[in-house]
């Protein structure tokens, strides 16, 4: 046979091989996920899509309150990934010039007490806002939900520290929560109603809604939930393919006026002359390609998307109850469908630690976050940042490390050559620990 015959039969085959491959590659992530969900470190939908097609799209696990299987059709809640959404209802806003992106805040939202504050600060995370959290836990009854109205009322009159605007990025829900209203103050509409109008269906997101349009029961408000009905920021529930269908179409630029796509997925330049690296409600990354992406975290859940449009590639997770394996559930997801080599998470090792060891740790520490305040109650250890009234138990994962039973970080109490207690802090992150008192 002749050198050519061999060669077309290499083309005519080589579909079939790459396809083989390709399957194999969603066999092994279906059997890994499969086992993951067994062993209840995933629950969740897992969606993958290569040359702008979905090639992987399936739940594993159960809803907890239940025992029903999670479908890929149910909703979660998808905490910060709202504010690519709220960004998108901006920007239609924007198409049909009903405001300016470059208007100050204030225009629009007059109690807002930032006068040099504009909607692309916000959007970009650049307006040098403080948190108003402190704030709000001061000045309201966190045993009651707060609304946005609620919320601009508060911060005009205990207007929150600020710095210099556009002069750095800090991420900050507060932005987010603005635009929110901005949305409600332009439209003349609810936000819920607002986005389900402009963004929802437009975009084709058939199961995507706010959690004050949901049917799921109310829990009481209290200091961790208080927040649930804010709007901008958090609180939509949505889908992996809802996902999906926005993120291509906002990037493809349907609905949106073409100048405005052109500078949301671009960095903002800073004012000392660097680029921050988030857009219009996403995080960029633009070497070697374009990459946006965004993380959502809240009570027991965490999500995330990312998508290289370059490529075509988009990896969506939404990690509802088991959301502590969160970072180590999406790094194996990404190394599978790569093709490279990986691990799979482990459960958490707990160990029971003596009452006189904990005592140890009890006091005040100094750090990036605030004064943080270590308790032992009952045998447990407990951390208290400043000045937010609820604790959470530090569970003891080795004699001097720790981790929250609902998230995916372990904090670390270093000791001196003495043996005595410095400094508490991120695991191995001595460095940046905060002293202890």
Known sequence: MSQNYFHLLFILLLPIFLQAQSNAKWTELQQVLTQLAEEEIFHGTVLIAENNE??????????????????????????????????????????????????????????????NITIRHLLNQTSGMGRFLPQLLEYWDTHEYIDNDNILDIIQQYPPEHSQVGEAFHYNNANYTVLGSIIEQVSGADYADFMRKKVFRPYKMKNTFHRSQSSFPLPTANPDNFLNFEKGSSNVFSTAKDLYQFTRRLYAGKKLDSGIIKIAFQPFQLDNEHKSRYGFGWFLETDPSLRISHRGEGDKISSGIQYDPGIGKMIIVIHPYSNIYFNKVYTLIENIVDGREYSLPQKRAIIKLEKETLENYVGQYESQFGLLHITLEEGKLYLRPDPIPGKEELIPSSKTTFYFGDQDLEWEFFINDNGKVIGLGMKGNQSGMGKKN
């Open 54 to 115: 979905i090639a992987f799209h399936q739940s594993f696990g159960k809803q907890p309150d239940n025992g029903k299987p999670i479908e890929v059709d149910w909703p979660m809640d998808i905490a910060s990934i709202s504010k690519p959404l709220t960004a998108g209802g901006i920007m239609s806003l924007a198409s049909d010039k009903k405001l300016e992106l470059d208007a100050p805040a204030k225009k629009y939202v007059p109690e807002f007490p930032f006068p």
